[in-house]
């Protein structure tokens, strides 16, 4: 008897310590001052790669806009965090005061949504996403996102400029409607160069696609990265096109360089992504984030918001500008003078409408029409690309 | 429990918790983080509000499962580390029903099924392991962490195969369940009451089957001593599948909740790692059923909290696993020290 | 080395194991320990070796007071402990146990310590091969192996705890001659045991304990009566047993081989009638214990049939043997018989009724206290089997015979018990004998198989090589036959 009481009375005071432990409850912060916006990055802050860019485009706002100021959670994915939902840390960042939360990848679609749906007084910018193109959007989400086909068309036309062998590896991240979006722009590059610079035959291009199956690489759950690319090099792939979230290929490339080998490499996502590997790479398409952050979270204090789906492109004027160009293009320093006077063509070609890579005839990798003879791609359809294009090798979805 | 058993215990515990303190003290010192910062931030981001306390349970509640199942487990002897796996396989089988519920209007039915489903497929996966063992005389620990693997491949395999979402291929899990398969949650706190009854019933159970029934007494004397249990007219085989079942079947509960109440599709992490954790949970909590959920509670605040460091003060909080790690390495210490006194006396450290 | 115990307090709870022992061994001396089950002799002798830590008193070694707290500080003090069970490592070799706890650092030192072993083994005259795996080997020749070991660790008090039971004659007396070699050397032994006979033989002097304290000292020659007045308070009685006509035969071994223990087991032929009592004699692992697995069960004959009252049961298991009334206890208390870990209450709920899904703890307790009181077992319901003396363990297994069986095997069952425990025991299954029950029993006590026994066998090599009644016999002739002489 005596034990049974002592063994309620523990497992009382055990919980009763439990629930008297947190004092206050959610209260409303309002602080109105400054503009604290929270930022979710799918990956590390300092990957030099997709979330090193966010990153750097939330740092921009704070230099930009007086009293705005970042709060970041990074590596918010399932195999980092476990245990830890995008709801979650919504939570976390309204506590602190968050009134816009930018999440960054395409796989937080879902848990931000749900926030977005439990919290309508916190704005939502969920950057990759098509909610709103779908209509399952509350009104306090919004989709953000660069059109960087034309990045990876110029990324895809220089590796064309460069490559001996013909061979272009490309590698890939999952596979979705942006992946091979992006997958077949940069086709659509080197198929142009090689075309219209070099004049060869289309048919001698070869441009592999190999996906690893997540935004990087994630060890025993995702296909390795580094041997993806080790692999393409060993087979004759000289020039590899970077279509993940981290730079493992800039690394497997130098080492090849450094075993006397043709390697080339062209990064994905950041500026500065080029930065130590002159001997190898060719040039970064990258994001800039700050100036698509600095209109929505100007949107939001003048009062101006709307759940909208904006797919900012680069500054024509000038790819590199930071100030108004949300995609842009800086070379790289194993890019030979020729090619960067043919890429600048190039880009003043697009820029002028001269040349638009995505009009028909377009066919798709299985034969069927993508864009009728003539047609120009709509953003719709540029977005909602169904499969790789006709002339790339590689899956267009899982198997 | 006697009362200086529970002083022991408690005693054990406090020395515990104060060498993992120790520990990452010192490695905090040694990163040069600030220190009481980072334990001011932990705590406050794992307690500091009614919703951060729910995130809490969240975690808390599978977490707690896993460690019950252990409890009958470990009772007989057997380390189930295939405890992971099953997680995995329990969550693979929930998820499996609850996609033909998809379309249905009989939700709630599906949810219940998921359940069952849950424990099935958790179950099915230590029966596995126990077989290896009784009748193939494989280690557990090795069969485990083999099914670990190939638990693990089939989840990764569904996720970017058969149950793929249309027309893509990622490792970021399946298409996410329509909300009526959720699990309801309250509103206060977003906890699921489902959750967290399964748990307390979990804790419950085990402590009245552990003590009460002739199945705990059958576990602890195979436990202890098989020979002898034999001679007592016990077969140890029968009684360590049946451990190996309930533990799978908890374990499995844990996996559908964490698809059902957590992440509300499939995904390769789907485990979390709370199976793994929950191993250590319970060597802390000295393989007590009172004291399990205490500890699993303390991880479960360090799991939520952890996340705090790199937002306030820009640090990794893979430093969470560096403290896990330090309570791994106390546990081990404890459990020597534990020793040590037992060859000294041979005392009632047992219930 | 001299070695003083003074006031010696070692506490369990309530129960005063040791309560205030004081004492004296002198060099070069083999100085015995007698007392009855639960005296305290165990725990004074865990004190001694650091194994154990007492409550208050203290120790003086050579006139200088010692604190020590591991076996290991004992053992470079000079201590060094034989424990009742052997504390080895059944899957090592002899060599390598041997060299545990001595051999460290990286390199492998195995020449140096097989010479050191064979050495020592040569000077005490022990034929152990240093390549066989301790799970291989007798218990005498485990504990030839620990003093070998306790030598070489070069200490100066060694302290046996019934070393007697369970081994055979001979190689008690080589035990003995080397006890009597190492206090030639000036060392001193400190013999804990139940047998006079043995104690008597060899020790120059010895101390009664009885409930924890000192009852009486005395030096050789001894008194035997007064002996036992000191440990007993009384005179057990002594008995006898020698049953002429017999039942029916009940168990029936027909040309039965069986590997197994130490040399198996070959072509044995074996009735056992019913409320006979059979002895087995023979050295330890001459194939007595495979013959009482084979009759419980436990073991699958190779060869040959087992019959149980007219019913073939070679492929049957142990359980089903059980349901048939056999009832098997092993010698390995804590190994085989008991469960460490769980309590006397725990063990007796354990045996209740098997379809019942809640257990009963009220009623197992009230069946713990009412078997310990009629087993006279010292202890509490809640204690631990491996906190029971050594004696009252054995009382312990002893308290869960069924009420009826048809037939009990019995490993060594008054191992470790006293002289008045064990004729109080041998009381207590002669009754069963009235009601018909046949036990067969296995002992290395010749006398005991004499006295207990209707009928005794002996086993050498793994043969049966002589059956008889015990009345026609004499422990003589009984212990050439166990060494193969017939
Ligand atoms: N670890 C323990 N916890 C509780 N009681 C103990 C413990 N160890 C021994 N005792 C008790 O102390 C008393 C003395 O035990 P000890 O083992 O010294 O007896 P002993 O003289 O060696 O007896 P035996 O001849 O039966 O071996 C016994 O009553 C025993 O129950
Ligand atoms: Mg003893």
Redo the contacts with the bound molecule.
């Keep these: 008897m005596n034990k049974i009481f002592l063994r309620i009375l523990s497992i009382f005071w055990f919980w009763i310590l439990i629930w008297a432990l947190p004092t206050h409850p959610i209260t409303a912060t309002a602080a109105e001052k400054p503009f604290i916006f929270g930022l979710l990055l799918v990956g590390p802050y300092n990957d030099h790669g997709y979330s090193q860019a966010h990153y750097e485009g939330g740092q921009y706002v704070e230099r930009k806009i007086a009293g705005a100021k970042m709060i970041y959670i990074d590596k918010v994915n399932p195999a980092d965090r476990p245990g830890i939902t995008i709801p979650q840390l919504v939570d976390d960042l309204m506590e602190k005061g968050a009134r816009l939360v930018i999440a960054n990848s395409d796989d937080m679609k879902d848990g931000i949504r749900e926030a977005a749906s439990m919290h309508p007084k916190i704005y939502f910018v969920h950057v990759s996403g098509d909610d709103v193109l779908t209509g399952k959007a509350p009104q306090n989400l919004m989709n953000l996102f660069g059109r960087m086909e034309y990045g990876k068309m110029m990324a895809g036309f220089v590796a064309a400029l460069t490559t001996k062998t013909g061979k272009i590896g490309y590698l890939g991240p999952l596979i979705n409607e942006e992946t091979r979006r992006l997958a077949s722009s940069a086709y659509l590059g080197a198929r142009h160069a090689w075309e219209n610079v070099l004049h060869k035959d289309p048919a001698d291009l070869k441009f592999q696609v190999t996906w690893i199956g997540f935004w990087f690489n994630i060890p025993g759950v995702t296909t390795d990265p580094t041997q993806v690319a080790h692999n393409f090099y060993n087979n004759g792939y000289d020039v590899v096109i970077s279509g993940i979230d981290t730079t493992e290929a800039i690394g497997v490339a130098q080492q090849k360089r450094l075993e006397g080998k043709d390697a080339w490499v062209v990064p994905y996502d950041y500026i500065g992504a080029c930065e130590g590997a002159s001997e190898v790479c060719l040039g970064v398409p990258y994001f800039n984030w700050g100036p698509g952050y600095v209109d929505c979270i100007q949107a939001v204090i003048s009062g101006d918001w709307k759940s909208e789906w904006v797919w900012r492109g680069p500054d024509w004027q000038d790819i590199n500008r930071p100030d108004t160009s949300t995609i842009g293009f800086v070379t790289g320093a194993a890019l030979p003078a020729s090619a960067k006077q043919s890429l600048n063509a190039f880009i003043k070609e697009l820029g002028a409408g001269k040349t638009n890579l995505l009009k028909g005839p377009l066919f798709y990798q299985d034969g069927s029409i993508f864009l009728k003879d003539g047609e120009i791609a709509s953003d719709q359809q540029i977005w909602y690309m169904r499969q790789l294009l006709e002339g790339m090798q590689g899956a267009s979805s899982a198997k | 429990m006697k009362p200086k058993l529970l002083l022991r215990y408690s005693k054990e515990l406090i020395l515990t918790l104060a060498v993992v303190f120790l520990f990452t003290t010192i490695i905090l010192l040694v990163t040069g983080a600030p220190v009481l910062a980072v334990y001011y931030h932990i705590f406050k981001g794992s307690l500091g509000s009614w919703a951060k306390f729910g995130h809490v349970i969240k975690t808390w509640i599978p977490l707690t499962l896993c460690a019950c199942g252990l409890l009958y487990t470990f009772r007989i002897g057997l380390w189930n580390i295939g405890v992971e796996g099953q997680v995995m396989m329990g969550a693979i089988f929930a998820t499996a029903v609850l996609r033909f519920g998809v379309e249905s209007h009989f939700s709630e039915l599906y949810l219940f099924l998921s359940i069952l489903a849950g424990i099935a497929g958790g179950a099915i996966w230590a029966l596995i392991a126990g077989y290896l063992k009784t009748a193939g005389g494989v280690n557990e620990i090795f069969a485990g962490l083999g099914l670990n693997f190939v638990a693990q491949a089939i989840i990764l395999w569904l996720i970017f195969g058969p149950w793929k979402r249309p027309g893509i291929a990622s490792m970021s899990g399946t298409e996410l369940f329509p909300k009526a398969l959720w699990l309801p949650s309250t509103f206060l706190l977003r906890i699921s009451p489902i959750g967290i009854f399964s748990a307390f019933a979990a804790i419950i159970l085990t402590a009245l089957m552990l003590r009460y029934t002739r199945i705990g007494l059958c576990l602890k004397a195979v436990g202890n001593n098989p020979k002898a249990a034999y001679l007592f007219g016990v077969k140890p085989q029968p009684y360590m599948l049946l451990a190996m079942i309930f533990a799978g079947g908890f374990s499995g509960v844990a996996g559908c909740l964490q698809v059902t109440d957590v992440y509300h599709r499939l995904l390769p992490a789907i485990s979390s790692n709370y199976g793994y954790l929950a191993l250590l949970v319970v060597m802390l909590g000295n393989f007590n059923v009172w004291i399990s959920p205490a500890v699993a509670f303390f991880f479960a605040c360090l799991n939520i909290g952890s996340v705090q460091l790199p937002m306030m003060l820009q640090l990794d909080s893979s430093l969470s696993g560096v403290i896990q790690g330090a309570s791994v390495l106390a546990a081990l210490g404890m459990q020597a020290w534990r020793m040590r006194i037992r060859s000294n006396?041979?005392?009632a450290f047992y219930e | 080395m001299r070695v003083e115990v003074h006031d010696i307090h070692k506490h369990?709870?309530p129960?005063r194991?040791n309560d205030g022992i004081t004492l004296t061994i002198e060099p070069g001396r083999i100085h015995g320990i007698l007392?009855?089950?639960?005296?305290?002799?165990?725990?004074?002798m865990k004190i001694l070796a650091g194994y154990t830590r007492k409550t208050s008193g203290y120790l003086c070694m050579d006139q200088v007071p010692v604190d020590y707290r591991t076996p290991t500080e004992a053992s470079q003090l000079g201590i060094g402990m034989l424990y009742?069970d052997p504390l080895d490592f059944p899957f090592l070799s002899v060599l390598e146990n041997f060299m545990i706890g001595q051999a460290v650092g990286l390199a492998n030192q195995k020449k140096y310590y097989r010479k050191k072993f064979d050495s020592l083994a040569a000077d005490f005259d022990f034929a152990l091969r240093p390549n066989v795996q301790v799970n291989r080997l007798t218990i005498g020749e485990r504990q030839q192996l620990e003093i070998l070991r306790l030598l070489s660790l070069g200490i100066q008090v060694l302290i046996l705890?019934?070393p007697t039971t369970g081994i055979t004659n001979v190689q008690k007396d080589y035990l003995f001659s080397a006890l009597k070699k190492m206090t030639s050397e000036g060392k001193s032994i400190i013999l804990?045991s139940?047998k006079l006979k043995d104690v008597e033989a060899v020790c120059n002097q010895l101390t009664v304990?009885r409930r924890?304290k000192v009852t009486g000292e005395m030096k050789a020659p001894f008194d035997t009566d007064i002996l036992l007045e000191m440990m007993f308070g009384q005179t057990p009685i002594p008995f006898n047993r020698c049953l002429q006509e017999s039942g029916r035969t009940i168990l029936e071994l027909d040309n039965v081989s069986a590997p197994g223990g130490r040399s198996g087991l070959s072509d044995c032929n074996i009735r056992i009638r019913q409320g006979e009592v059979v002895g087995l004699a023979g050295l330890e692992g001459s194939g007595q214990d495979v013959f009482l697995r084979i009759a419980a069960g436990l073991l699958r004959p190779a060869g040959g049939s087992v019959m149980l009252k007219d019913k073939r049961m070679n492929a049957k298991d142990y359980h089903c043997f059980k349901h048939s009334g056999v009832f098997f206890q092993p010698s390995s208390r804590l190994e085989e018989g008991l469960i460490s870990g769980c309590s006397v209450t725990e063990h007796f709920a354990l045996q209740s009724d098997h379809k019942k899904f809640v257990t009963k703890w009220s009623d197992a307790t009230s069946d713990a206290k009412k078997k310990m009181t009629e087993f006279r077992i010292?202890?509490r319901p809640d204690?631990?089997a491996?906190?029971?003396?050594?004696?009252?363990q054995q009382r312990l297994l002893l308290s869960f015979l069924p009420r009826n069986p048809l037939l009990l095997l019995l490993e060594n069952p008054t191992r470790?018990l006293?002289m008045e425990s064990s004729s109080w025991v041998w009381q207590h299954l002669h009754k069963y004998c009235s009601d018909n029950t046949t036990i067969v029993f296995s002992s290395s006590d010749l006398d005991e198989i004499i006295m207990a026994a209707d009928r005794v066998l002996v086993f050498f090599n793994g043969k049966m090589i002589k059956d008889t009644r015990t009345c026609e016999t004499s422990s003589y002739e009984l212990g050439l036959a166990i060494a193969g002489k017939r």
């Design positions: 006396e041979v005392g | 369990y709870g129960v194991a007392g009855e089950n639960g005296a305290g002799k165990t725990t004074l009742q705890d019934e804990v139940h304990l924890g010292i202890g204690s631990l491996e906190s029971l003396s050594g004696g009252n470790g006293d």
